[in-house]
């Protein structure tokens, strides 16, 4: 039962107080604050909140520099820095508060009306009290910067450090109680900015780990959304405005003396500065001098249009985002910053990353088992035995890699190659990790790095380049790439809309997989006696039939409605518009809109049986897993045209009658076709996804066959789509 609290007269009095300074701060009423206060000076420094916090507390973290100006100038000089000491419910001082507020100004007010004020006598005691204030810590054991840094206050970061430098150590600030450092903080937040101005501060922040054992670039490398390969698709559109603007439109536009924010060839070199040669007489040297003056004069000029070409453009972009207030234009501003800010924040982390270095021998060697006898009992006891292993992290490396962030894994294979070497405790190689969590464009990066062209292919077995020897390892669990690609332990339904492309797209990466290992790695058998394609079929029983059930529904669904569209242009063929004359000739035959008709009709009728006679074949299949490779997808697209245009053609057929059966003017034509193209429109735009999905399976299958069977680079073709 909840403690009943009864409130006396004082108590009520004191409420009804606290309930008007509550009123009159949230409407910005400086000076009625102030009145109500020097009526009871007392009360300046009792609780009005329930988390006991202040109207110094409140006040701070609104920002409100007006109001607390007026407040600190009630406060009596004796008890000024006893009010930087008072604490809310949470252990949070009013300096604490003020560093969660994006007004630093704020800060500089209350540190310099409060924190110098006149302190002790003694120089010594100043400033270790002046030390102790700064560094005071609430119940989190977090000071004013820690919290500064973890709401992502880069200026009163800034500003707090340069004054407890001071006063005292930085190094004090940089952890709190559960060992979180400030970085680590800063960079949760995704508060890149000012994580790398710690780190310029302080390099050594970089190898600080939590309780978890993580430093701030396992983190960062875990974080899909703050790099621009693993943020979601957002469109064609979004993309190009993503690719126009600048990235230092997050800041203020560049003047003329700030050429180091322009690319390198619009900086303006000083000719004038270049050294003479010294083999030159002085007669060569004025002339040379002059002539770089005459070409400094001619480049200023070409430099100062450019430079205002980039004023204009800045200009421009600036006011779309902030001045006129375009969001979108907004919030690609801001996600392209993030990402420049987190691929330079990464740069730094991995220059003292050496996670990759740790050997682990493996269990297993390369050479392929045929077989496996009396090992099921070790797969069971190495099961159980899996729960005891330590809970160190995984390397950074391979988190980047499964997350499918090419920014952190490039950083660190430019800065440390051998890295690409590294195998964890699992056993697992980076071919592993990327194959096992479908990170395709990790794959295309490592090829393209290597330049492991023919591994993709399967033509090239010299062994050429590092990923040729990669290919080939087998991890603890007797697992090659092969049998990574066929486990579904982290699938996601990938990024098709439909089961059965959701499945290609599966079978399709499996290929891809088994294309880049020896022919004979494909008869590996794990330590659970499977094979790879035996493995992929078990994993994808139960995606196989969901996929089976989905071609069924939909083919049949699809042949109800090409019959009936069929059934309709039958019956108009046989009674067409405005009747037969005696003879047997149709009476409004010599009208030109009668051909169309005619044409119209014909094709409506030939395209829906057509579409009927297709998914009845793709319903006699046997739809197994080898079907939906190519051939399943690519009649349901062949389907789904022959549909589609079956349905156009039977809207015009009925705009055509109609036209031929009443005489409209003009414009009652025009909206006669409108209402008939409607129903077209319509369809269009809610099927289009699923259609062009389809035929870019299609297309591609084609491509595949011609390029199967065919000379040529067919796959230069392919429509990517992804």
Request: aromatic share 10%; hydrophobic share 40%; with cysteine.
């Amino acid at each position: 039962m909840a403690k009943e609290i009864i409130a006396s007269g004082p108590e009520i009095n004191d409420f009804n107080e606290m309930r008007e300074v509550y009123e009159i701060f949230f409407i910005d009423d400086a000076q009625g604050l102030k009145g109500i206060y020097q009526k009871n000076p007392e009360a300046l420094f009792k609780p009005i909140t329930a988390g006991r916090d202040t109207i110094f507390h409140i006040a701070a973290y609104k920002g409100r520099v007006e109001v607390l100006q007026a407040l600190v100038e009630m406060v009596p000089p004796s008890k000024k820095r006893e009010l930087l000491k008072m604490k809310n419910i949470h252990g949070n001082t009013i300096l604490h508060e003020v560093a969660a507020s994006s007004n630093t100004k704020a800060a500089e007010m209350l540190i310099g009306e409060l924190l110098y004020s006149e302190g002790p006598m003694n120089r010594e005691n100043d400033i270790r009290e002046k030390e102790e204030i700064l560094a005071d810590r609430n119940k989190l054991g977090e000071t004013p910067l820690f919290r500064a840094a973890g709401w992502g206050r880069k200026e009163t970061v800034v500003y707090l450090a340069g004054e407890i430098e001071r006063v005292g150590n930085l190094c004090n600030h940089y952890k709190r109680n559960d060992q979180l450092s400030i970085l680590h903080i800063a960079v949760i937040g995704q508060h890149f900015d000012s994580a790398i101005w710690f780190l310029n501060k302080d390099q050594t922040l970089a190898t600080y780990k939590d309780n978890d054992g993580k430093t701030c670039l396992h983190l960062l490398a875990s974080m899909a959304t703050a790099f621009r390969s693993t943020s979601p698709p957002t469109g064609l559109f979004r993309d190009c405005i993503y690719n126009c603007i600048y990235d230092c439109l997050a800041g203020d536009l560049p003047d003329k003396d700030e050429t180091k924010q322009l690319p390198s060839n619009l900086q303006n070199k000083d000719l004038e500065q270049g050294k003479p040669n010294k083999g030159l007489d002085q007669s060569e040297r004025s002339k040379e001098q002059d002539e770089a003056k005459d070409d400094s004069k001619d480049m200023g000029c070409t430099i100062n249009w450019q430079f205002q070409g980039f004023r204009l453009y800045f200009s421009i972009c600036r006011c779309l985002a902030k001045g006129l207030g375009f969001k979108m234009i907004n919030r690609i501003w801001k996600q392209k910053k993030m990402h420049e800010s987190a691929v330079k924040l990464a740069n730094i982390l991995v220059r003292t990353d050496a996670s990759w270095f740790e050997p682990h021998e493996l269990e297993d060697s390369d050479t392929i088992c045929l077989e496996r006898k009396g090992e099921e009992e070790k797969v069971k006891n190495s099961a159980t035995s899996g729960t005891e292993e330590s809970l160190e992290p995984e390397t950074p490396l391979f988190i980047a890699v499964s997350t499918g962030i090419v920014e952190i894994v490039k950083a660190i294979l430019d800065r440390y190659p051998q890295a690409v070497e590294h195998i964890n405790k699992k056993g697992h190689n980076i071919l592993h990790v990327t194959f096992l969590h479908r990170k395709t464009k990790v794959f295309d990066f490592l090829v393209r790095k290597y330049k492991a062209k023919m591994l993709v292919k399967g033509i090239d077995s010299d062994g050429s380049t590092i990923l040729h020897k990669l290919v080939r390892g087998i991890d603890n669990d007797g697992s090659t790439i092969l049998h990574h690609a066929a486990n579904t332990e982290y699938y996601d339904r990938g990024t098709k809309p439909t089961p059965p492309l959701q499945l290609q797209e599966e079978l399709k990466w499996f290929e891809r997989v088994k294309k880049s290992l020896p022919s004979h790695f494909t008869l590996h058998r794990n330590k659970e006696d499977k094979t790879a394609d035996q493995l992929f079929e078990d994993k994808h029983k139960e995606q196989l039939k969901t996929a089976q059930d989905w071609v069924k529904t939909t083919c049949e669904s699809c042949s109800t409605v090409a019959v009936l569209v069929a059934g309709v242009v039958f019956a108009a063929a046989y009674q067409p518009p405005g009747s037969f004359h005696k003879n047997g000739r149709p009476v409004l035959q010599d009208k030109p809109l009668y051909s169309f008709f005619t044409v119209m009709d014909v094709a409506g009728l030939a395209s829906s049986l057509t579409s009927v006679v297709i998914f009845l074949s793709v319903l006699t299949y046997s739809l197994e897993f080898k079907d939906f490779l190519s051939r399943i997808p690519r009649r349901i697209s062949i389907g789904f045209t022959f549909l589609f245009f079956s349905v156009g053609s039977t809207m015009l057929t009925f705009t055509a009658t109609i036209l031929l059966l009443v005489q409209m003017k003009f414009k009652t034509q025009s909206l006669t076709y409108a209402a008939a193209l409607l129903p077209i429109c319509v369809f269009a735009v809610f099927q289009f996804p699923l259609y062009y999905s389809y035929f870019v399976a299609a297309v591609n299958s084609i491509l595949e066959l011609l390029g199967r069977n065919l000379p040529g680079n067919w796959e230069a073709l392919e429509i990517k789509d992804d």
